[in-house]
Protein backbone atom coordinates (compact mmCIF):
# COMPACT_ATOMS: atom_id res chain seq x y z
CA UNK A 1 0.00 0.00 0.00
CA UNK A 2 2.89 2.13 -1.11
CA UNK A 3 6.00 1.21 0.48
CA UNK A 4 8.38 2.70 2.28
CA UNK A 5 7.12 6.07 0.72
CA UNK A 6 3.79 5.26 2.18
CA UNK A 7 4.97 5.03 5.68
CA UNK A 8 7.08 8.11 5.56
CA UNK A 9 3.99 10.16 3.97
CA UNK A 10 1.45 8.58 6.49
CA UNK A 11 3.79 9.62 9.50
CA UNK A 12 4.41 13.03 8.13
CA UNK A 13 1.10 14.58 8.81
CA UNK A 14 0.72 12.85 12.09
CA UNK A 15 4.25 14.12 13.60
CA UNK A 16 3.44 17.29 12.09
CA UNK A 17 0.40 17.65 13.87
CA UNK A 18 1.61 16.63 17.42
CA UNK A 19 4.75 19.40 17.02
CA UNK A 20 2.63 22.37 15.66
CA UNK A 21 0.01 21.62 18.68
CA UNK A 22 3.28 21.31 21.34
CA UNK A 23 4.46 24.65 19.65
CA UNK A 24 1.57 26.72 18.80
CA UNK A 25 -1.94 25.13 19.77
CA UNK A 26 -4.62 23.14 18.30
CA UNK A 27 -6.17 25.43 15.43
CA UNK A 28 -2.27 26.06 13.80
CA UNK A 29 -1.16 21.90 14.23
CA UNK A 30 -4.75 20.99 12.89
CA UNK A 31 -4.04 23.18 9.39
CA UNK A 32 -0.81 21.98 9.39
CA UNK A 33 -1.46 18.52 9.18
CA UNK A 34 -3.91 19.49 5.99
CA UNK A 35 -1.20 21.05 4.42
CA UNK A 36 1.27 18.50 4.97
CA UNK A 37 -1.30 16.31 3.73
CA UNK A 38 -2.18 18.66 0.49
CA UNK A 39 1.81 19.01 -0.01
CA UNK A 40 2.15 15.19 -0.08
CA UNK A 41 -0.69 14.87 -2.04
CA UNK A 42 0.95 17.54 -5.02
CA UNK A 43 4.19 15.92 -4.81
CA UNK A 44 2.96 12.47 -5.46
CA UNK A 45 1.01 14.44 -8.51
CA UNK A 46 4.40 16.05 -9.39
CA UNK A 47 6.68 12.70 -9.73
CA UNK A 48 3.63 11.11 -10.78
CA UNK A 49 3.09 8.37 -8.23
CA UNK A 50 0.20 6.42 -7.77
CA UNK A 51 -2.20 8.88 -5.87
CA UNK A 52 -4.65 6.41 -3.86
CA UNK A 53 -2.30 6.29 -1.00
CA UNK A 54 -2.11 9.96 -0.79
CA UNK A 55 -6.03 10.34 -1.36
CA UNK A 56 -6.74 8.31 1.18
CA UNK A 57 -4.45 9.41 3.47
CA UNK A 58 -5.39 13.07 2.77
CA UNK A 59 -8.94 11.89 3.60
CA UNK A 60 -8.48 10.38 6.68
CA UNK A 61 -6.49 13.36 7.85
CA UNK A 62 -9.00 15.46 6.85
CA UNK A 63 -11.34 13.34 9.41
CA UNK A 64 -9.32 13.47 11.86
CA UNK A 65 -8.54 17.26 11.97
CA UNK A 66 -12.41 17.87 11.68
CA UNK A 67 -12.82 15.52 14.66
CA UNK A 68 -9.96 17.47 16.81
CA UNK A 69 -11.80 20.57 15.48
CA UNK A 70 -15.26 19.68 17.07
CA UNK A 71 -14.36 18.69 20.45
CA UNK A 72 -11.46 20.99 20.78
CA UNK A 73 -9.17 18.23 22.30
CA UNK A 74 -5.89 17.14 20.31
CA UNK A 75 -6.38 13.81 21.34
CA UNK A 76 -9.31 14.06 19.18
CA UNK A 77 -7.13 13.94 16.35
CA UNK A 78 -6.73 10.61 16.59
CA UNK A 79 -10.37 9.42 17.91
CA UNK A 80 -11.23 8.04 14.14
CA UNK A 81 -8.21 5.98 13.44
CA UNK A 82 -9.16 4.00 16.86
CA UNK A 83 -12.93 3.58 16.12
CA UNK A 84 -11.36 2.60 12.63
CA UNK A 85 -9.83 0.35 13.79
CA UNK A 86 -12.45 -1.02 16.30
CA UNK A 87 -15.14 -1.40 13.49
CA UNK A 88 -12.45 -3.42 11.40
CA UNK A 89 -11.69 -6.06 14.80
CA UNK A 90 -15.34 -6.57 14.62
CA UNK A 91 -15.22 -7.59 10.72
CA UNK A 92 -12.48 -9.79 10.88
CA UNK A 93 -14.03 -11.66 13.83
CA UNK A 94 -17.32 -11.52 12.29
CA UNK A 95 -16.13 -13.10 9.00
CA UNK A 96 -14.58 -15.74 10.76
CA UNK A 97 -17.46 -16.42 12.87
CA UNK A 98 -19.69 -17.05 9.53
CA UNK A 99 -16.92 -19.02 8.14
CA UNK A 100 -15.98 -16.49 5.54
CA UNK A 101 -12.93 -14.95 6.50
CA UNK A 102 -12.07 -11.51 5.16
CA UNK A 103 -8.31 -12.49 4.19
CA UNK A 104 -9.43 -15.27 2.14
CA UNK A 105 -12.45 -13.26 0.72
CA UNK A 106 -10.38 -9.58 -0.08
CA UNK A 107 -7.17 -11.78 -1.66
CA UNK A 108 -9.20 -14.01 -3.69
CA UNK A 109 -11.69 -11.66 -5.04
CA UNK A 110 -9.16 -9.02 -5.93
CA UNK A 111 -7.37 -11.86 -7.61
CA UNK A 112 -10.49 -13.21 -9.73
CA UNK A 113 -10.06 -16.71 -8.38
CA UNK A 114 -13.72 -16.94 -7.31
CA UNK A 115 -14.79 -18.61 -3.70
CA UNK A 116 -13.81 -22.27 -4.68
CA UNK A 117 -11.11 -21.91 -1.56
CA UNK A 118 -14.14 -21.88 0.58
CA UNK A 119 -15.09 -25.50 -0.41
CA UNK A 120 -11.69 -26.66 0.82
CA UNK A 121 -11.65 -27.15 4.96
CA UNK A 122 -7.59 -26.91 5.27
CA UNK A 123 -7.71 -23.73 2.92
CA UNK A 124 -10.67 -22.15 4.76
CA UNK A 125 -8.93 -22.51 8.26
CA UNK A 126 -5.74 -21.16 6.76
CA UNK A 127 -7.70 -17.77 5.36
CA UNK A 128 -9.12 -17.84 9.14
CA UNK A 129 -5.97 -17.97 10.94
CA UNK A 130 -4.41 -15.11 8.61
CA UNK A 131 -7.80 -13.10 9.29
CA UNK A 132 -7.36 -13.52 13.24
CA UNK A 133 -3.68 -12.12 12.96
CA UNK A 134 -5.22 -8.87 11.63
CA UNK A 135 -7.89 -9.00 14.13
CA UNK A 136 -4.99 -9.34 16.51
CA UNK A 137 -3.42 -6.24 15.19
CA UNK A 138 -6.89 -4.20 15.69
CA UNK A 139 -7.41 -5.40 18.85
CA UNK A 140 -3.80 -4.09 20.01
CA UNK A 141 -4.31 -1.23 18.48
CA UNK A 142 -7.50 -0.34 20.44
CA UNK A 143 -6.47 -1.51 23.40
CA UNK A 144 -2.89 0.48 23.58
CA UNK A 145 -4.44 3.75 21.49
CA UNK A 146 -7.62 3.41 23.43
CA UNK A 147 -5.81 3.55 26.98
CA UNK A 148 -3.83 6.42 25.49
CA UNK A 149 -6.72 8.21 24.12
CA UNK A 150 -8.40 7.97 28.01
CA UNK A 151 -5.64 8.99 29.55
CA UNK A 152 -4.77 12.10 27.12
CA UNK A 153 -0.86 11.17 26.05
CA UNK A 154 -1.21 13.11 22.60
CA UNK A 155 2.25 12.39 22.06
CA UNK A 156 2.81 9.05 23.02
CA UNK A 157 -0.42 8.52 20.58
CA UNK A 158 1.62 10.11 17.42
CA UNK A 159 4.10 7.55 18.41
CA UNK A 160 1.79 4.55 18.79
CA UNK A 161 -0.36 5.03 15.50
CA UNK A 162 2.85 5.60 13.97
CA UNK A 163 4.99 2.37 15.76
CA UNK A 164 1.65 0.27 15.46
CA UNK A 165 1.24 1.08 11.92
CA UNK A 166 2.79 -0.56 9.21
CA UNK A 167 5.52 -2.48 11.05
CA UNK A 168 2.96 -3.99 13.06
CA UNK A 169 0.46 -5.10 9.90
CA UNK A 170 3.47 -5.83 7.77
CA UNK A 171 3.88 -9.07 10.86
CA UNK A 172 -0.03 -10.37 10.13
CA UNK A 173 1.10 -9.91 6.34
CA UNK A 174 3.23 -12.47 6.39
CA UNK A 175 0.32 -14.51 8.11
CA UNK A 176 -1.71 -13.04 4.96
CA UNK A 177 0.82 -14.70 2.37
CA UNK A 178 1.50 -18.17 4.30
CA UNK A 179 -2.36 -18.83 4.02
CA UNK A 180 -2.56 -17.73 0.43
CA UNK A 181 0.23 -20.01 -0.72
CA UNK A 182 -0.90 -23.09 1.86
CA UNK A 183 -4.73 -22.46 -0.07
CA UNK A 184 -2.80 -22.15 -3.73
CA UNK A 185 -1.01 -25.48 -3.24
CA UNK A 186 -3.53 -27.16 -1.36
CA UNK A 187 -6.15 -26.44 -4.65
CA UNK A 188 -3.74 -26.95 -6.85
CA UNK A 189 -3.39 -30.60 -5.57
CA UNK A 190 -7.14 -31.23 -5.31
CA UNK A 191 -7.51 -30.39 -9.09
CA UNK A 192 -4.58 -32.63 -9.79
CA UNK A 193 -6.18 -35.13 -8.11
CA UNK A 194 -9.74 -34.50 -9.89
CA UNK A 195 -8.16 -34.90 -13.21
CA UNK A 196 -8.95 -37.96 -14.77
CA UNK A 197 -5.73 -40.58 -15.86
CA UNK A 198 -5.86 -41.89 -19.01
CA UNK A 199 -4.70 -45.82 -19.55
CA UNK A 200 -3.42 -47.99 -21.40
CA UNK A 201 -6.55 -49.20 -22.40
CA UNK A 202 -8.50 -46.00 -22.92
CA UNK A 203 -5.79 -44.50 -25.44
CA UNK A 204 -6.44 -47.93 -27.29
CA UNK A 205 -10.01 -47.60 -27.03
CA UNK A 206 -9.58 -43.43 -28.90
CA UNK A 207 -7.26 -44.78 -31.10
CA UNK A 208 -9.56 -47.62 -32.52
CA UNK A 209 -12.60 -45.31 -32.60
CA UNK A 210 -10.15 -42.89 -34.33
CA UNK A 211 -9.30 -45.43 -37.11
CA UNK A 212 -12.92 -47.11 -37.19
CA UNK A 213 -14.03 -43.09 -38.15
CA UNK A 214 -11.65 -42.51 -40.85
CA UNK A 215 -12.80 -43.25 -44.22
CA UNK A 216 -10.84 -45.60 -46.46
CA UNK A 217 -8.26 -44.06 -48.65
CA UNK A 218 -9.00 -44.94 -52.70
CA UNK A 219 -6.07 -45.70 -54.54
Same mark, same amino acid.
Do not use: H
Given at each position: ??????????????????????????????????????????????????????????FGI??????????? #??? +? !??? &???? @?? /???? =??? %???????????????????GKG???????? #??? +? !??? &???? @?? /???? =??? %???????????????????????????GLA???????????????????????????????????????????????
Amino acid at each position: MGGVSGLIYSSVPVVVFVLANALFGLMPGIWSAVGSAVLITIIRIVRKEPLQPAISGFFGIAIAAFIAYRTG #SAK +G !FFL &AGIL @LN /AGLL =AVC %VGSVVFRWPLAGVVWNFLNGKGMAWRKDKV #SRR +G !FDV &ATLA @LA /AVFA =ARV %VVQGWLYEEDYTGWLAFAKIAMGYPLYGLALLVVVWAVRRSDKRLKALEAEAEPVETDADIEARLRRKYAQTPPQEA
